[in-house]
């Protein structure tokens, strides 16, 4: 009840839209996420990618994402994948899959009510109800609503993002990370650990490691946020 109160305060305070508001009481409903979802077509497909870029879609599953050196396609067990526009997609539904993909590459992922781990990837996308786990990713452009998210992170350069409307974040700085982090939270608690330089800045606080090259932008609405380095 506390959770659903809070929430409605977060639209009127005008940090949720009303559409964001729904889903995410459906998550604290337990509602299924999953439901009218296009099956999964064949179950092992290669294709050679144009740029490294994949999506991922996974509704109610149990996935693993991992980026491997010298792989020059995709590789799929567990879900389908098809090509739309000339973007390999891969979809999994109440089950489990697993995604090879080349080192690097750019996943663009949606994922509701699942558990999702990535490894040695680009990770842009958005989460709803969903545990993620990260280890060694090279990029960070997310939306979490009602989920968690733990991650091991190598920024040297480029502009990333974190969006959390309600969850908590534990980000990782792997060594030779070089980036700034600007961070917000409303409701929750903030943690950072390491050999951060603390940076003065209007309207929010920002810690640097190295030269700041890479620059990261974490937000959390409601919940908790570490920075550890």
């Known amino acids: 009840m506390e959770d659903k109160r809070r929430i409605l305060e977060m639209v009127r305070e005008g940090v949720l839209t009303p559409e964001e508001a729904l889903e995410l009481l459906s998550v604290l409903e337990g509602r299924d996420l999953a439901g009218g979802e296009r099956p999964p077509v064949e179950a092992s497909q290669v294709f050679d990618p144009q740029g490294f870029r994949v999506q991922v879609q996974a509704f109610?599953?149990?996935?693993?994402?991992?980026?491997?050196?010298?792989?020059?396609?995709?590789?799929?067990?567990?879900?389908?994948?098809?090509?739309?526009?000339?973007?390999?997609?891969?979809?999994?539904?109440?089950?489990?899959?697993?995604?090879?993909?080349?080192?690097?590459?750019?996943?663009?992922?949606?994922?509701?009510?699942?558990?999702?781990?990535?490894?040695?990837?680009?990770?842009?996308?958005?989460?709803?109800?969903?545990?993620?786990?990260?280890d060694g990713l090279l990029g960070l452009d997310l939306a979490l609503s009602g989920g968690n998210l733990e991650a091991g992170l190598f920024l040297r350069d480029g502009e990333h993002r974190l969006e959390v409307r309600a969850g908590n974040a534990e980000l990782r700085f792997l060594p030779g990370s070089d980036l700034e982090v600007e961070a917000q939270v409303r409701l929750g608690g903030l943690e950072v650990a390491g050999p951060w330089r603390q940076v003065a800045a209007p309207g929010g606080r920002r810690w640097s490691l190295g030269e700041g090259k890479a620059k990261l932008r974490a937000r959390v609405a409601m919940g908790n946020l570490e920075l550890e380095a």
Do not use: C, F, Q
């Open 60 to 134: 109610g599953a149990s996935l693993e994402v991992v980026g491997v050196a010298g792989l020059e396609g995709l590789e799929a067990e567990g879900g389908g994948v098809v090509l739309e526009g000339g973007l390999p997609v891969y979809r999994v539904s109440l089950g489990e899959g697993r995604l090879r993909v080349p080192e690097g590459a750019e996943v663009l992922l949606l994922a509701k009510g699942s558990h999702v781990e990535l490894a040695g990837v680009v990770l842009k996308g958005r989460a709803l109800g969903a545990n993620l786990e990260g």
